[in-house]
Structures are given as C-alpha cells and as structure tokens.
C-alpha cells in the first residue's frame, strides 16, 4: 500500500530551528508538496521537490532524497505565527496526490 | 482575487438530508478535488476532475457524487448523508498542464450530519 509517515506533533522554541521529517512508500514518485496548515484554516502551499537535493525559500527549506524516499522542512528563526500543522503529501505514479496525517508544530515563547 | 470559495461555511445536516456543497473558483484551472480532513488522518480524495465533462473516484467515493459542467464549478452532493461524513470538506484546483500542478485549497465546509 501507499503510506507517508510524519511525527505527529513537535514543539520548538521562538527563534530556534526545526526539522519535520516525511517517509513515504508509494507506487511511483513524481514530486513531493509541503504545505501548512493554520488550523481552522485550509492548507497552503510552501514547497515543491522533484530532484534530490535542497530548495531554500526563505526561513523554510524543503529536502529531498529519492533513494531513501525521505523529505524534511527546515523552519529557521521560528516565529510564533509558524505554529500550525505541516502537510507532506506524494504524487505518485497515477499523478494522484497522497497525503500525511500532517505534523503539528507547537511554537512556545 | 477570490482563488477558490465554497459554501457554505459549516452546516449541520440531519441524517438521511442530501445536502450539495458548492466550489467556485476563477483562476481556470482545469483540474479540480474534493477531499475530506478528518482528525488523525490525511486529506482523502473523495472526486476528481481533471478537465469539464470528466469526473473520477478517489479514495473515498462512497455516498457522495459530483459533476463538473464547466470549468469554473464543482459541487460535492451528499444524496442521504449519515453521521460518517462529519467531516471538514476541502475543494482544491490545480493547472494540470503546469509543472508542479500544484493544488489550491478552498477555505473549507464544516458538516456536521446528526
């Protein structure tokens, strides 16, 4: 089957950095999407990787590597507004998107 | 620009009601999703479009239809709704033809079916 673990919930500190890992098994890869989550809010998109390697937007970077189908964002200099759920989600081989339960990041002062 | 709207907000529904939810969205693209965001679980693809005139099941299709009669609309119709589809409904769209086909979310329907 197809699957997309991510750590359920995380907390950091303001200011500080953070990593959210995503593990997937799917049937085929064809790009991997981040997108954040404010709750009660609908989910917004942050990144897009398809080859292995970094790509840096910002305080948020994304990572990918295809061999170990492994990806992570990296939120530098935190802010309180960064507390929110982080969707990480597949597309696979049919180009259908498949989606992680999502991290919720808690952000203390 | 409004990107994509759906209504109505949040509803609550009693069991064996239909119910249609509507999704709008003006940036043309050509794809559209229904998804529902229960707690502790991913997004589920309830339908799917990849242009007018076409429709397709997701994961979840079960109890639910759609249509897709022009490229700007996209309605979610629950025929006789039962307590399992409490949910937070999302519609999304994405240009398909574009390179990322990156999804767009709608700011959601709250349902509530007692």
């Known amino acids: 089957g197809q699957n997309i673990d991510q750590p359920t919930e995380m907390t950091a500190t303001e200011g500080a950095i953070v990593q959210i890992n995503c593990t997937y098994q799917?049937?085929?890869?064809?790009?991997l999407f981040w997108y954040q989550q404010h709750a009660g809010e609908a989910p917004t998109f942050l990144s897009y990787?398809?080859l292995d390697g970094l790509e840096e937007k910002g305080r948020f970077s994304s990572f990918l590597s295809r061999s170990k189908g492994y990806s992570y964002l990296l939120l530098k200099e935190l802010q309180m507004k960064d507390s929110a759920s982080y969707l990480c989600?597949?597309?696979?081989?049919?180009?259908?998107?498949?989606w992680g339960a999502g991290t919720k990041l808690i952000i203390k002062p | 620009t409004a990107g994509i709207t759906q209504a109505p907000t949040s509803q609550i529904l009693a069991a064996g009601r239909s119910m249609t939810l509507r999704c709008t969205q003006d940036?043309?693209?050509?794809?559209m999703y229904w998804y529902r965001q229960d707690l502790g679980l991913g997004l589920r693809l309830i339908h799917y479009?990849?242009?007018?005139?076409?429709?397709g099941k997701g994961e979840v299709p079960d109890g639910y239809s759609v249509s897709r009669a022009n490229t700007d609309d996209f309605p979610l119709t629950l025929a006789s709704a039962v307590p399992s589809q409490t949910s937070v409904y999302f519609c999304?769209?994405?240009?398909?033809?574009?390179?990322?086909?990156?999804?767009?979310f709608g700011p959601g329907t709250r349902l509530t079916v007692l």
């Open positions: 799917t049937s085929g890869f064809n790009g």
């Open positions: 479009s990849n242009t007018a005139g076409t429709t």
């Open positions: 990787n398809v």
């Open positions: 999304a769209s994405s240009d398909s033809s574009g390179e990322t086909d990156t999804q767009y």
């Open positions: 940036m043309r693209h050509n794809a």
């Open positions: 989600a597949v597309t696979d081989s049919n180009y259908q998107l498949i």
